[in-house]
């Protein structure tokens, strides 16, 4: 089923005209990847779909439902997670306390619960604690649970806000450039758990430049060009589409 | 466990505030509870603004204004005589709800007015709603539009305290009665009741220490943390942060308002400096000294400097000696005094003087 | 109302109008080149009226004046060098704080040099009394002075920036920092040039007002929140749109006594702060685009 559908996509900036007409489908379950060159809009899309940016005309449906229009915190509600290319990690505080809040959509106590310290909020609260442990296992950065952020390496970062990430139990996750900053192995290591979150039920939207990253784990890859969609398709097609070898003009393959 | 860790510094300062209460008892210096029982209720706005400054990130230029509003509203419902008005249709409804008294003003003709139980919830409920329909456009506001609607709002309330008859004008509300919160505990400034008032007021800090611990902890106060840490991906987690800016403001707003309404009953009355920029700058200068995000800082601060400054150690410098904090602790350690290290400030200072001196030299 | 009223109101509404546009220019100022609200603005004004009182028992009129400007403008020099200078990108929160306290400190000094006694400069010419006859109403020629004289300086400025090359520096300066920089222009000079400007421009307005309005030491803040509110509502950063705002607010204000108590007048101000922050915050002559560009 299509769990989310991007119909005639658009958005400009003054003179500059970010996303074109975009329209495409992710179904539920695949792994679809959104590349093309620096400017082609990726990041724009990405903000569309995540509520960040007002669309000038177009819709998105998410689970058969109209997203565009809707606030971020409302779309996050509704299932759609996201990471960012530069790290959104809350500064002040520790890796655990930036997945807690991962689970914040999975919990309940509000604001008189909070400050009379009820008790049925104990094993709430211990509940998100461990929870958001295991994710922080999950992406091998528990050891870094107690540290605040800027303490933390990139990859350590990154790892952490995979897992707040997770934490939200997304439908869908939009990942931003996850193999930004990382060597050959690091970027194999990523694609694997990318595939296993897949396994556990999550469907994926990424935006990438490392093309290796991409033709392995991708189901199916949308190319961008100065906002259009010039092509969408599985990988092993994408890499002698001509017209995508001709705007990269001898990218690597 | 976890939660006795939170509890522990309340205890400390529960012990603290009974150790100094007998001290001044054996010393024979109780007058000293008078200014600490007042330092109380200004630290009990204090610690309400700092977790608005620190956790919500929101700066408030204002908050006298809630003060007051509690305070006026307290002190003007329990004062102004409804006699007159006593075949109106509120006046009998009120009445009958048991919610007014009769007694006897100072020259022995009767008089009907608001019991303070109801006009304690008018004010506060008061309060709270201002801050809602106040809150929302202003939260939406960043950085220099937000210090200013503060200000504008705490500007306006400052006015209407000093313009308007009912409020007493310049004067102010004066002979305000005790507050009867339970048989035999009363908030008044009646000369006997002097210690039983410096815990009440203690009691009222200790107890709003306790419920705003318990919301930094929670998961609330993570969401709130998580604004201040990086807006934009808090909203992405799913929290509506612009609602919970407003919880935050509106929490604070009704601590600003229980402390003026018991200040109120406590001193007898309410003037409009109470209301003026002057306080709010102070309760901003505590708050940014204490560690904006530092609870325990803020409510030291709140203290000590209050209880200075009501105790005339300032002097007529009082007004200046906070402006002078302010751009102290805002130029050398904007995290707060207890934040600092002081050898890595002189450090870095050093290096940044001679960095500077470098590039002078690198210019010629 | 009869047009002799309608004359009076509208120029007071004019006199204090322009004041508040000087002020509000000031702010723009060093808005445009530092991104700081100067929440000391309206002391500069209150140090122009307080000084030259005091120079004018010891020196004729124009000394007095010119002396009162250049000690401020001093003043203005040394809070910039002293304060602000040496800040590495300070948040917007701490600029805040720190210049509410550098205006109450400024408060504090001037209570201790001057004491609370309201004082007022003699009229340029002739006395309370004196008027001219405007279309049937009386006015004070002082108005006339404040009127000339803060035009004169709007018209100054507007050559100077448009002109000179050091006008032209700063305006570089405003558009962006660091271009501005790599052009070889020295920033930081231009910083302490906007708070001398704005101290300057300040100062001669608070010494043509004194004899209308007297001066006080605590008369900043006051002006201060109506010179913001002015800034406001032209849009930030836009001096132009300042006068035109800076009279509209005069005038709403003085007409604003025929039909609310004299209590409330105050508070008109903080109130279309209020509004214009709620509904229109780039002002009501800026667009949220040009807001971002900052421009004099």
């Known amino acids: 089923m299509a769990l989310l559908e991007i119909q005639n996509l658009n958005r400009r900036f003054g003179g500059l005209q970010a996303v074109n007409n975009v329209s495409f489908i992710v179904e539920q379950g695949m792994i679809k990847a959104v590349i093309g060159p620096n ?3 990726k990041t724009t899309l990405f903000n569309l779909i995540a509520g960040n940016l007002p669309a000038n005309s177009g819709t998105i449906h998410f689970n058969s439902k109209r997203i565009n229009g809707l606030k971020p915190y409302q779309i996050a509600q509704g299932g759609l997670s996201r990471t960012y290319q530069n790290i959104k990690l809350f ?5 655990l306390e930036n997945v807690m809040v991962g689970r914040h959509i999975r919990s309940r106590a509000g604001f008189m619960a909070g400050m009379l310290n009820l008790p049925w909020t104990w094993p709430e609260e211990r509940k998100i604690r461990e929870k958001a442990m295991e994710y922080l296992d999950l992406l091998g950065v528990a050891d870094c649970a107690d540290t605040e952020i800027s303490n933390l390496s990139f990859g350590q970062q990154r790892g952490v806000e995979f897992a707040r990430a997770l934490a939200t139990e997304p439908t869908l996750l939009l990942l931003d450039e996850p193999a930004a900053g ?6 194999v290591e990523i694609g694997r758990l990318i595939s296993k979150i897949r396994e556990s039920g999550i469907t994926i939207l990424l935006v990438e430049h490392d093309m290796s990253l991409v033709m392995d784990i991708s189901d199916e890859i949308v190319v961008l060009s100065f906002g259009e969609k010039i092509a969408e398709d599985l990988p092993h097609n994408i890499q002698q589409n001509e017209e995508v070898i001709r705007i990269y003009l001898g990218d690597e393959g | ?9 309340v205890l400390f300062l529960l012990a603290l505030v009974v150790i100094i209460q007998l001290v001044t008892q054996f010393t024979e210096t109780t007058y000293y509870l008078t200014q600490l029982t007042m330092s109380a209720y200004y630290s009990v706005v204090v610690i309400g603004l700092c977790v608005l400054m620190g956790y919500g990130g929101q700066i408030s230029l204002g908050h006298a204004g809630f003060f007051a509003i509690g305070g006026y509203l307290a002190g003007a419902l329990t004062t102004h005589n409804l006699l007159p008005f006593k075949e109106q249709g509120l006046v009998v409804f009120l009445d009958k709800l048991g919610l007014l008294i009769a007694g006897k003003d100072l020259y022995g003709g009767d008089l009907l007015t608001v019991e303070p139980w109801a ?23 960043k950085g220099h539009y937000l210090a200013m609607a503060t200000l504008g709002f705490g500007i306006i309330i400052y006015r209407i305290a000093l313009a308007s008859g009912y409020f007493g004008e310049a004067d102010g509300v004066s002979e305000v009665p005790g507050f009867k919160l339970l048989p035999g505990i009363e908030v008044s400034g009646s000369f006997g009741a002097r210690t039983l008032n410096y815990y009440i007021a203690w009691g009222m800090v200790i107890f709003g220490v306790i419920l705003l611990l318990n919301l930094i902890h929670s998961r ?5 943390r998580s604004i201040h840490g990086a807006e934009e991906a808090a909203n992405a987690m799913g929290i509506n942060t612009a609602r919970y800016k407003l919880y935050i403001f509106v929490l604070s707003a009704v601590f600003a308002a229980f402390a003026g309404v018991f200040m109120t009953h406590y001193n007898g009355g309410i003037g409009p400096s109470e209301a003026g920029i002057m306080k709010s700058v102070r309760y901003v200068a505590i708050v940014a000294v204490g560690g904006m995000a530092n609870l325990w800082g803020a409510l030291i601060m709140g203290i000590v400097l209050n209880f200075l400054s009501l105790r005339g150690v300032f002097g007529s410098y009082d007004d200046a000696v906070f402006g002078v904090i302010l751009i102290i602790i805002m130029l050398f350690a904007p995290e707060g005094i207890l934040k600092i290290n002081p050898w890595q400030k002189i450090k870095s200072l050093f290096t940044l003087f001679m960095a500077q001196k470098n590039e002078e030299s690198a210019e010629n | 109302m009869t047009p002799e009223l309608f004359i009076q109101y509208l120029f007071a509404g004019i006199t204090y109008g322009i004041i508040y546009a000087i002020v509000a220019i000031g702010f723009n100022i060093i808005y445009n080149t530092t991104g700081i609200i100067n929440f000391a603005q309206g002391e500069f004004v209150m140090l122009g009226g307080m000084i030259v009182i005091t120079m004018h028992a010891f020196m004729p009129m124009p000394l007095a004046i010119a002396l009162a400007v250049l000690i401020t403008m001093v003043v203005g020099a040394l809070i910039e060098m002293v304060f602000i200078r040496w800040l590495e990108s300070p948040s917007v929160l701490r600029m805040i704080i720190i210049t509410i306290g550098i205006s109450i400190l400024t408060r504090e000094v001037a209570l201790h040099i001057w004491g609370e006694s309201v004082r007022t400069l003699p009229y340029f010419i002739g006395n309370e009394v004196t008027s001219v006859s405007i279309l049937g109403a009386r006015i004070s020629p002082q108005v006339l002075w404040v009127i000339g004289v803060c035009s004169l300086m709007v018209a100054g400025l507007s050559l100077f920036f448009k002109f000179t090359s050091l006008g032209r520096e700063m305006r570089a300066c405003a558009a962006n920092r660091r271009a501005a920089t790599l052009c070889g222009i020295n920033t930081k000079n231009m910083i302490t040039l906007s708070f001398v400007l704005s ?10 007002m004194s004899p209308i309005t007297y001066s006080e030491y605590d008369m900043g803040p006051g002006l201060a929140i109506k010179g913001f509110t002015v800034a406001i509502l032209g849009g930030l950063g836009n001096s132009v749109a300042a006068v035109a705002a800076g009279l509209l607010l005069g005038i709403i204000e003085a007409f604003s006594i025929s039909v609310l108590p004299l209590a409330f007048k105050d508070a008109i101000a903080t109130t279309i702060l209020l509004l214009i922050l709620f509904i ?11 807001a971002s560009l900052k421009e004099f």
């Open chain 1, 39 to 41: 400017g082609a809009g």
């Open chain 1, 91 to 95: 500064h002040g505080m520790t890796a």
């Open chain 1, 182 to 187: 990382l060597n050959i192995y690091e970027t």
């Open chain 2, 1 to 9: 466990m976890d939660l006795l860790k939170r509890y522990i510094p």
């Open chain 2, 119 to 141: 006009a304690c919830i008018t004010a506060v409920l008061t309060a709270g709603i201002i801050g809602l329909a106040i809150g929302g456009p202003v939260l939406k506001l």
């Open chain 2, 220 to 224: 609330v106060g993570r969401a709130l």
């Open chain 3, 199 to 208: 101290a300057g421009i300040g100062a001669m307005a608070g010494c043509v």
């Open chain 3, 280 to 290: 229109r915050p780039h002002g009501l002559f800026g667009s949220s685009e040009a």
